[in-house]
């Protein structure tokens, strides 16, 4: 059944508000809502002023982070009681719009993703603080991997040796990273203090691992000699890859589906998680990430899970900014 009912303003602002909440590479949120000229679906395009070339070349998680925002639209389009009809690079790879949503019918059922997903949207945040030992129940990791299968990629949650390895290659990343002034200074321009779009508060992330635990990113501005107090991360970080059979931008879309897809629903049974992300920016650290037993996989993201305080907000663009005006 077609209901053919055009999206108000409202919805219209409820949807670009939601897709804004999503994660992305130093927050930098590079999306942008465009509405259909009927009115019954949304286009997804790449905001390229706000890329992060120096990090992000290739566009790979700039792709992850509009895959995010699209999730968050879908699981919105469900709270809207709408079937959200994805196409995805509609033109093909290296074109615009990234995605098309066709919201003109009604929803097929009331919770397309399991448990509602839509209260998490605003509840989800980087929790970069030191994790609880804790273990996640099996049942929760075989659910979250559903939800990653799910959207077409895989989630695998590491061994003992395997979160040891990406540990080591993070820290490996994260030292070239620190000594690459252009990327530095990148990151300095969208971390930065003031309370904007386009900032995140510094003073409100990041916290080091006096143990060298887990190598989190500096985000707290803290010079490197800086000691904070006593913060012990947990005993073996819970860490998990997404990785996908492929490299492509339609690759890269899906697994920020993903990542945000399993990110809710972590939030939804109370876990915390925060993007690893170093050593998937650095070409070599990133095929030594690949873990051999499991064929030809591309790693694009580290997520890491746990018990833990749940991370505050940061500052996101206002919807105005975001969202194109209806045509005519
Ligand atoms: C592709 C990608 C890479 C990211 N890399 C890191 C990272 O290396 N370290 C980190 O602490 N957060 C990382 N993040 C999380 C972002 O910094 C975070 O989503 C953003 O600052 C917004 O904050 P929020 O997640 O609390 O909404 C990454 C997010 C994405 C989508």
Redesign the pocket.
């Known amino acids: 059944m077609i209901t053919e009912t055009a999206l108000t303003t409202a919805d219209l602002h409820l949807l670009a508000e939601a897709g804004g909440?999503a994660?992305?590479?130093?927050?930098s949120q590079p999306w942008r809502f465009r509405p259909t000229p009927d009115l019954l679906g949304l286009e997804v395009h790449a905001d390229l002023t706000r890329a992060v070339p120096a990090a992000d070349p290739d566009g790979r998680?700039l792709h992850?982070?509009i895959g995010?925002a699209l999730f968050n639209l879908r699981a919105a389009a469900a709270h809207l009681g709408r079937e959200a009809a994805v196409r995805l690079l509609p033109a093909g790879e290296g074109t615009q719009p990234c995605a098309v949503l066709d919201l003109s019918a009604p929803a097929r059922t009331p919770r397309p993703f399991g448990a509602d997903l839509y209260p998490a949207l605003a509840r989800?945040?980087?929790s970069?603080q030191p994790f609880t030992n804790r273990d996640i129940p099996e049942a929760l990791v075989a659910d979250l991997i559903t939800a990653a299968r799910d959207e077409g990629v895989t989630l695998t949650m590491l061994e003992e040796h395997g979160v040891r390895r990406v540990l080591a290659l993070t820290s490996e990343a994260e030292a070239s990273i620190a000594a690459d002034v252009t990327r530095e200074a990148e990151a300095r321009r969208w971390l930065r203090l003031e309370p904007s779009c386009d900032g995140?508060p510094l003073a409100a992330l990041g916290s080091h691992d006096r143990d060298a635990r887990v190598p989190?990113?500096n985000?707290a501005g803290h010079p490197p000699h800086h000691t904070t107090p006593a913060a012990r991360f947990e005993a073996l970080p819970q860490l998990a890859t997404l990785t996908t059979h492929f490299d492509r931008q339609v690759d890269w879309l899906r697994t920020?589906q993903a990542?945000e897809r399993v990110w809710l629903l972590a939030t939804v049974h109370g876990l915390r998680a925060?993007?690893?992300?170093?050593a998937v920016e650095i070409p070599e650290t990133r095929w030594r990430l690949r873990d051999p037993a499991e064929g030809p996989a591309h790693v694009q993201?580290v997520l890491r899970l746990g018990y833990g305080p749940p991370?505050t907000?940061?500052p996101r663009c206002r919807v105005e900014d975001v969202l194109d005006p209806p045509e005519g």
């Open positions: 909440l994660p992305s590479l130093h927050n998680a992850v982070s995010a989800r945040h980087s970069r995140i989190m990113r985000y920020g990542m925060s993007v690893l992300h170093q993201l991370g907000a940061s």
